[in-house]
């Protein structure tokens, strides 16, 4: 399956404190997006990072891309207990530019 | 907000039944997906619509089905429920086209319960 998995499953930190969530996928993409998703409801759309490049920033929130390794990291740094939410990534199928494939998420607790 | 609406916000069915469920896309963009979302899962891709046709289909019986009119809104259609579809279903709304990809601007989703 192409489907991007994203690790840990879940992560707990303290308000102020950074957290990192990663992305793994199998087969080559155009491009790479995270999301948020809070409780059960839409996801909220945070970052487009394409193949060809490397890193991006919005914000607080700092995206990196190796395509060598298959793999995207997600920064939130100086988290506030409004960034609890589950976060997720979500790839391309390659040649077909639009079927997204998500992965189960990151389940982030921010406490205050 | 995105843009992206949906109904109903809720719905509850029984087993065989049919069900309909609309999305109205942000004003001008052209393509539209669909996805289901089970209780604790990442959203799974049913299908794509780009300017009225099918432009993609995931892993889901053909008793899922869809439309998108002219002004670009859409339905998820789906026959004969099963227990299992119970999800929250979330369409979503982009500029892309058949060969370019664009961000995915999501609506709020429609909670089927099939019981």
């Known amino acids: 399956s192409q489907q991007g998995e994203e690790d840990p499953q879940a992560l707990s930190i303290q308000e102020g404190e950074n957290a990192t969530m990663n992305c793994s996928y199998k087969?080559?993409?155009?491009?790479l997006q995270w999301y948020r998703q809070n409780s059960g409801r839409g996801l909220v759309h945070l970052i487009l990072i394409r193949s060809n490049e490397r890193e991006k920033h919005s914000g607080r929130l700092r995206v990196t891309l190796d395509t060598s390794k298959k793999s995207s990291s997600l920064l939130i740094t100086a988290s506030r207990a409004a960034d609890t939410a589950s976060y997720f990534c979500?790839?391309?199928?390659?040649?077909?530019?639009?079927?997204?494939?998500f992965g189960s998420g990151t389940k982030l607790n921010v406490k205050p | 907000e995105t843009g992206v609406t949906q109904s109903p916000t809720h719905l509850i069915k029984t087993r065989g039944q049919q069900v309909t469920l609309r999305c109205s896309s942000q004003?001008?963009?052209?393509?539209v997906s669909w996805y289901q979302q089970a209780l604790g899962q990442g959203p799974q891709f049913i299908f794509q619509y780009y300017r009225e046709e099918e432009n993609g289909r995931g892993n889901f019986p053909p008793r899922f089905s869809g439309l998108q009119f002219p002004n670009y809104s859409s339905e998820l259609n789906v026959n004969a429920l099963e227990l299992d579809d119970s999800a929250l279903y979330l369409c979503?709304?982009?500029?892309?086209?058949?060969?370019?990809?664009?961000?995915?601007?999501f609506g709020p989703g429609t909670r089927l319960t099939v019981l």
């Open positions: 979503a709304s982009s500029l892309a086209g058949l060969k370019h990809t664009d961000t995915q601007y």
């Open positions: 087969t080559s993409i155009n491009n």
């Open positions: 004003s001008g963009h052209n393509t």
């Open positions: 979500a790839t391309d199928a390659g040649l077909n530019f639009n079927k997204f494939y």
